[in-house]
Nanobody, 121 residues
Framework: HVQLVESGGGSVQAGGSRRLSCKVSGLTDAIDCLKWFRQAPGKEREGVATIYFHRVFYDDNLEGRFTISKDDSTNTAYLQMNNLRPADSGIYYC?????????????????WGQGTQVTVS
């Protein structure tokens, strides 16, 4: 059984930075792929960044402003977001799979955190 808990959301001015955390608990060694999604009001959820062991992937040209990482000693994944824009506002979700690698579509991720709100103004 694996649980994900996000934190670090809040309000930030455009151009600012925010670091989101995703604390993994339970069978932490079972995690295969961890991904961040986000959902803006009135829009579909979209992928942000993925980490597969220590390989990282970014969606939609976010590389350069966003950085995904993880600290195996604390079982925590991070999403560092820089030069934030109002379009980056939304609820950010940490999700995971325990086998089979990574996928683009959210339907392949059975483990979800509760989400954390980021508002950029």
């Amino acid at each position: 059984h694996v649980q994900l808990v996000e934190s670090g959301g809040g309000s930030v001015q455009a151009g600012g930075s925010r670091r989101l955390s995703c604390k993994v608990s339970g069978l932490t060694d079972a995690i295969d792929c961890l991904k961040w999604f986000r959902q803006a009001p009135g829009k579909e959820r979209e992928g942000v960044a993925t980490i597969y062991f220590h390989r990282v992937f970014y969606d939609d040209n976010l590389e350069g402003r966003f950085t995904i990482s993880k600290d195996d000693s604390t079982n925590t994944a991070y999403l560092q977001m820089n030069n934030l824009r109002p379009a980056d506002s939304g609820i950010y979700y940490c999700v995971a799979r325990t086998e089979g690698g990574c996928y683009t579509n959210e339907i392949h991720y059975p483990i979800w955190g509760q989400g954390t709100q980021v508002t950029v103004s």
